[in-house]
């Protein structure tokens, strides 16, 4: 195929298990499709369309990695049961092809089992119209005020440990800070300079350490990484940085997924992340390794600035996030809402919601390290309190979750399944219900750390009966890269 000098959109591709289109068959994917029995009809689509460029969408791992770790995953989950990973391609294409008739024509293809316009990087940033005095950072104070981290920090573990891992997904960070020690690794992909100080506000809810202001990070001593969104090669990939996360975190760590998505082509709404097929399917694949997922449920629609319910997206014609639609597909990540910091707690007006939520915490007035507030520029000891929206929700949640793995690990040697840490961070028993209670708001809870540690946590966890544990004691690295960094 004929390259130009940039691609400006990309469609994902999935072609049926049983086609013979996947990366077993190398990497000439033209080739392939030219040895079909319908071979002249893809030959008239490639002369209609000669400046596409067609490619793997998972490229950061070799086709035996790949096959290693889905052959790892049914090993550890029994209920896991995917597609084939290795059939997923993207089509990219220049700005003169209008996307919708492309899909239709992609799509009409007998081997095409889906295809869907991959969503372009979003900026992450929530809106927020209220203005917070600096003192805030009460999310780290008791309940049902904030989720009392302070009380973690007095228990063993409670600060995070060197032992758990925790690798934020996003578009770029600051990290020439010694406040913030995220560290590189070899598949973290581009730190996009324009998003830097997103991913700064994150990493200081969760891993910052300063003394003079007793340690805003949730768990500063946490073994923090990062992995970009966008690849290598310069194009935003989700589903592929994900992936390639996978690969350095063991059974027990923490995955923040700080991205959200559009769905469709010249739509405002977005959506968690794993509205996409091939994000849910990594996802999925994370979560059957045992690695916790912590998912930003998204900032609602764009034009209205009001957020979106769950229950009602649809997907090819089906509530693929609605737990009571028999059409529900659950990733087994922990989703996570944004509320307001008073209290009773609100859902922050542009939040999604729906009954797939898990989890909600501060949506505003959240203080962080970094000039986030003036989003371009980049300075490193600044503090604000700009950081707003499900991106802060989602990464006090991922802080939460880190403390209570980080807890029973130092305490017990024992860590929680991701089946098992969403139902101890989703309990009405150990959080802190919104104004009007799940079944109106559809946020979930914010949890409580002190009711965690007292009532979880204080005992070897087989004998919290009410989570029901099964323990795994031998959790080991799902990938030989897990030793790198």
Same mark, same amino acid.
């Given at each position: 195929?004929? *390259?130009?000098?940039?691609? +400006?959109?990309?469609? +994902? ?7 013979? =289109? ?31 460029? =067609? ?5 950061? &791992? ?49 081997? +095409?089992? &889906? ?13 927020? *119209? ?36 925790? =690798? ?86 923490? &995955? ?18 794993? +509205? ?6 990594? =996802? ?15 900032? /609602? ?12 997206? &649809? ?47 501060? /949506? ?122």
């Amino acid at each position: 195929m004929q *390259n130009e000098e940039s691609f +400006v959109s990309r469609i +994902v591709v999935k072609f049926y298990d049983g086609a013979g =289109i996947n990366y077993r068959n190398g990497n000439d994917i033209v080739e392939i499709l030219l040895r079909k029995d319908n071979a002249d009809q893809w030959k008239d689509f490639i002369g209609l369309y000669p400046h596409i460029q =067609i490619d793997k969408l998972f490229t950061s &791992l070799s086709t035996d990695g790949i096959i290693e770790l889905v052959k790892k995953a049914r090993a550890l989950d029994a209920t896991y049961n995917p597609p084939d990973l290795l059939s997923y391609y993207v089509f990219s294409f220049p700005a003169s092809i209008r996307p919708n008739g492309l899909l239709l024509k992609l799509s009409a293809f007998r081997e +095409v089992e &889906l295809a869907y316009l991959q969503s372009a990087a979003i900026d992450p940033h929530g809106v927020s *119209n209220r203005q917070h005095p600096f003192y805030f950072r009460k999310h780290l104070d008791p309940a049902p005020i904030g989720i009392n981290a302070k009380y973690a920090w007095g228990i063993k573990g409670g600060r995070g440990s060197s032992g758990v891992r925790f =690798i934020d997904i996003e578009q770029g960070w600051i990290l020439d800070n010694n406040m913030i020690n995220a560290k590189l690794l070899p598949l973290t992909g581009i730190n996009n300079p324009y998003f830097r100080n997103h991913g700064a506000a994150v990493l200081s809810v969760i891993m910052m350490k300063d003394a003079r202001k007793k340690g805003m990070g949730i768990t500063p001593d946490v073994n923090g990484f990062v992995i970009s969104q966008w690849r290598p090669g310069g194009e935003p990939n989700d589903s592929d940085a994900i992936l390639a996360a996978i690969t350095y975190l063991n059974f027990g760590d923490i &995955l923040l997924v700080e991205t959200q998505s559009f769905y469709s082509n010249n739509n405002t709404k977005i959506w968690p992340a794993e +509205v996409h097929d091939a994000t849910f399917q990594v =996802i999925r694949l994370a979560t059957a390794l045992g690695i916790i997922v912590i998912e930003a449920a998204g900032n /609602g629609d764009l034009y209205s600035i009001s957020g979106n319910d769950l229950d009602f997206f &649809l997907s090819n014609k089906k509530r693929a996030l609605n737990p009571a639609s028999r059409f529900f597909r659950d990733s087994g990540a922990i989703i996570v809402a944004a509320a307001s910091m008073d209290v009773p707690h609100s859902r922050i007006r542009y939040s999604n919601y729906g009954k797939r939520i898990n989890c909600y915490a501060w /949506g505003e007035g959240v203080v962080t390290q970094g000039n986030y507030s003036a989003s371009p520029r980049t300075a490193i000891t600044t503090y604000a309190t700009g950081f707003t929206g499900t991106s802060s929700a989602a990464a006090i949640i991922a802080g939460v979750a880190i403390a209570v793995q980080s807890i029973s690990e130092t305490k017990y040697n024992i860590r929680f399944s991701p089946s098992q840490m969403r139902h101890i961070l989703s309990s009405d028993q150990y959080g802190t219900t919104s104004v009007n209670g799940r079944a109106r708001d559809k946020i979930g809870v914010m949890p409580d750390l002190k009711k965690i540690i007292d009532n979880c946590l204080h005992v070897p966890p087989t004998y919290c009966e009410d989570v029901k544990l099964r323990i795994i004691r031998d959790y080991t690295a799902t990938s030989p890269a897990a030793a790198d960094g």
